[in-house]
């Protein structure tokens, strides 16, 4: 940990932070101090910064720092002192941690013998002669060209990154991690956890099959002698197993038991390679000066076992006689001459050829190119010829030297991949470098190019020095068993038998060590959940239990059995691994982070794609169907840790990545609007939040979730009174109900939270600065002011007004729900009904496209749609129904259509009554410019004169008879009633504004109203208090009430303009109640606002009306564009 943070201060990696206990980039030294307020003025005294003495606290002198800047290390605590914490939890603060000893390995201890250990491997000792053999000098050559040159280009890339900052222990992972963000960096650790216990896997069968071929058959539990064919290769893969599973438990007891012993004999193990490939120059240069005896016998052209006889010949000369031979005995039924022989062996002769002729023979030209065989091919010599009868069955097929697998190109890059793997090694041990940004760097690459130029020289060779026969005989089946690259070493084949076994087993070791160490890495930093059980571990941090799980991964390797097999599985992860390294270097270079600044300067993001596309070709090449897998195990454990993994901040290029594409991808949005083909509802939802600063209306973000199946952007705002200096509390405890809701509500977008002197300016403020460049809302959603009558809420409904007037200037959509608290939430289901929708206007597409999004949510998926447009006397509705089906039809939208007619009709005396309350409270609101006291004197007065005449002059004209052409269920006291009493009530004293404007008297004095009194017809009065004491103020002769026969004047009086509004409002409030009251939801137009603001108050007693009655109600208003198209 930080050396200046004590044992009590928990800061970014602090036990209740949600890191991953290491500190971050962010500095140190911020904040870090631990001394009092005391200790710090006496600290600074004398310092002549008097003009920074207030910050002290957060930003202490440069001169105070100077020596842990420059002694700032960012590693983290080694397994041990990590337990060691753990136990000491809740210990006195005081106790310190015990020192961790300072990392003291150089460049060539550290990086590039450990480097060299990992590269060579088993199968440059038992598969690379094969290679040659079969693939030729140029197509081996070009297979080591193309592996050593991406692991080259992603040491390069690998240098970068590990210079580019203090690379703590982890290696890899912690690179991959850091650069590319959890996700990327846990599914990659995955990965090359993966790879490296296959490749114990890989290193435990090939020690047991040095063992079994060429050191000591006889140990074989299940015997090959006498079996052919797919029984021998049973019981060779059995043998594995066997050995196999033996040989992992005794390493895995080992690792567990002691792994500084394994790391003590790393230095043996890495002799072993270096003596064996010594011994294979010494061999090759010996073979120019006096080539080593390994004869091949050859029958006609095919390659002979050379065990069961000794002498390469058909017949001998022995005393003057002819004598056969075992070779004779083999393929004949009698050791005689005139004995029946193998047809093939009749027809051919015998002959022996020189296995290794030497580096000067010529014999490169012959093995110049490949020669592919099918598994059970016959391994035969160029350039001999031998006779073969098609027709008859081969026999004494055993006798031959057979091809075990079917070979090709692509299968030799999956075997020789893992060859050049273990460039990680210097990187894995960055923590115990004395000065990891110099070793890494060079001793990686200086060991690439080592490893690089010996598998190139050997292969030329391999390919100059030993015969084609024998390069292609991968058991040494021709040349009595002995390991091919063995015959060609000096001093004896048993140099390289002995050395290549004990580095394989040294190299399954490391193995087995360096994959539960870095699986406990990957638990540590809890980025996968699921695995933090293996983070832990014995007292002295040696990881058990991911030792335990990385064994048995690896027993599945040695069940497979084959080396052959196992090779292209490690090959897919550590080539994931690699082009992940690549990608990271290539985005860090081409985002150009400031924090990007690597010491090793030889890098360029060219050379990090190009190392990346070789990867990627690489792994199909090996194994497409490998490849796949990989990829699915890297994308689940991604995906994984993208929604169950803890959530990290490492400043990863990932993050960089998506800022750059988001910007770009605005710029391009700048272009200009969008086509009516992408439009989608980009929307801003306007809350309005409590004192407790929780959200009010909740069902709106549920609403947007269903209308969310256009995706699209989506923006929550709301508003807080009150400065920014002395209200950013409450904005930041605003803005967290905001995005705590979303996240109940899964709305994903942006909250956004405006701090404004009124709540006006506020919501004006979102709507106007609300996104960022192209990416901005086009529609507003706001819900309807429901107690908008109340003294309390006339503010509310004046903004509510005014967002209308905005959105409409501004050009935006507008969704206004109704009755919000109605609205289904996202768990609801409709399982049947209707979505309606009234189409009384054109708005662009609006109303025809909001059913269709919503109907793609489950809530309303089982909703039909309706659609209701409205005919004039002189339309043809029945043409108009007949252009509406078309029209959907060319929408590909699914809907019933209907045209509803509505006749020319004279205005109802309802009508005249309820534009009469409606002005008349109007008038009184705005006029009576009273202080409260006398407000409520005056309208006490009013209330009990008017109650009083009522009941003196007319007691009778109170009651009413049932109307046709009234609405159902509208009575004197429902409606009009108890409009014109509510404003009577005391407590509306608060709706009188504009308190310094002197009182005027109404413009139209008006009486109570009422209708015709024709049979049929409802007779409806209404009073209203401050009317009738105008009106007897007026005509004082008069007293009581007006017959209902002399209210025309008083109705003439009325705004004419109020008056067919209000008809208009009844009339379709009619014909929607009775077509869609039982409807899930109507979708209506919503009229504009009125230009005059003095008629704010008529417009929303006119939307009431026109609602009345409706459950659930979303009012819309077009942006003034298309926002549907017919074309595709």
Known sequence: MLNNMTDTEEGEGGPNSQGDGNPKESSPFINSSSASDVEKSQQYDGKNMALFEEEMDNSPMVSSILSSLANYSNLPQGSKEHEEAENEEGAAPSKKKPAVKAPSLGTLMGVYLPCIQNIFGVILFLRMTW???????????????MCCSTTMLTAISMSAIAT????????????????????????????FYLGTTFAGAMYILGAIELLLVYILPQAAIFKMEGLEGA?????????????????????????????????????????????????????????AIEPPVFPVCILGNRTLISKGFDVCAKVIEQDNGTITTKLWRIFCDSEFLNATCDEYFANNNVSEIQGIPGVTSGILAENLFGYYLEKGDFLEKRGLSAVQDQEVPIT??????????????????????????????????????????????????????????????????????????????????????????????????WVIVIGSFFSTCGAGLQSLTGAPRLLQAISRDSVIPFLKVFGQGKANGEPTWALLLTASICEIGIIIASLDAVAPILSMFFLMCYMFVNLACALQTLLRTPNWRPRFKFYHWALSFLGMSLCLSLMFICSWYYAIVAMVIATCIYKYIEFAGAEKEWGDGIRGISLSAARYALMRLEEGPPHTKNWRPQILVLLSMDAEQNVEQPRLLSLTNQLKAGKGLTIVGTSVVGTFLNNHAEAQKAEQSLRKLMETEKVKGFSQ???????????????????????????????????????EDNLRFRNFIEVVRETTAANMALLVPKNIAAYPSNGERFTEGHIDVWWIVHDGGMLMLLPFLLRQH???????????????????????????????????????????????????????????????????????????????????????????????????NLCSQKSTDEPAGVSVEEKPEEESVAVSRPKQVQLIQNKNATPTSPTSPTTPAGGAATPGQEMQMTWTDKAENQAAAAHPEQGGVKDIFNMKPEWESLNQSNVRRMHTALRLNEVIMKKSKEAKLVLLNMPGPPKNRMGEDNYMEFLEVLTEGLNRVLLVRGGGREVITIYS
């Not at 580019?164 to 990659?188: C, D, Q, T, W």
């Not at 819900?783 to 908008?788: A, I, L, M």
């Not at 959907?888 to 259509?897: K, M």
């Not at 407000?935 to 002059?953: A, C, F, L, P, V």
């Open 164 to 191: 580019n900052g203090v690379v703590p222990a982890g290696g890899s992972y912690y690179m991959i991690s850091r650069s590319l963000g959890p996700e990327f960096g846990g599914a990659v650790g995955i990965c």
């Open 396 to 493: 004494n097929s055993n006798r031959y030297v057979l091809a075990d697998i079917t070979s090709f190109f692509t299968l030799l890059v999956g075997i020789y991949f893992p060859s050049v793997t273990g460039i990680m090694a210097g990187s894995n041990r960055s923590g115990d470098l004395r000065n990891a940004q110099r070793s890494i760097p060079i001793g990686t690459i200086a060991a690439i190019t080592t490893t690089s130029t010996v598998y190139m020289s050997a292969v030329v060779l391999f390919g100059a020095c030993i015969e084609g026969v024998v390069l292609r005989d991968k058991f040494g089946e021709g040349v009595n068993g002995n390991l091919v690259i063995g015959t060609l070493a000096w001093p004896s084949p």
């Open 131 to 145: 290679m040659v053999g079969i693939g030729g000098v140029f197509g081996s050559f070009f297979i080591v060209f």
């Open 753 to 791: 939270v405006v701090i404004s002197s009124n709540l006006r300016d506020g919501t004006s403020h979102l709507i106007q600065v609300g996104g960022l460049g192209g990416l901005k809302h086009n529609t507003v959603l706001v819900s309807w002011p429901r107690t908008w009558k109340q003294p």
């Open 858 to 956: 489950k809530v309303w998926r089982k909703c039909k749609m309706r659609i209701f447009t409205v005919a004039q006397m002189d339309d043809n509705s029945i043409q108009m129904k007949k252009d509406l089906i078309t029209f959907l039809y060319h929408l590909r939208i699914d809907a019933e259509v209907e045209v509803v007619e509505m006749h020319d009709s004279d205005i109802s005396a309802y009508t005249y009554e309820k534009t009469l309350v409606m002005e008349q409270r109007s008038q009184i609101l705005k006029q009576m410019h009273l202080t409260k006291n006398e407000m409520e004197r005056e309208i006490q007065s009013i209330t009990d004169s008017s109650r009083g005449s009522i009941r003196r002059n007319n007691p009778s």
């Open 231 to 287: 029984e021998m290769e049973a019981a060779m893969l059995n043998n594995m197993r066997v050995y196999g599973t033996i040989v992992l438990s005794f390493m895995a007891t080992v690792v567990f038991v002691g792994v500084k012993y394994v790391n003590k004999l790393a230095l043996v193990f890495l002799a072993c390679v270096i003596l064996s490939i010594l011994a294979v120059y010494a061999g090759v240069i010996k073979t």
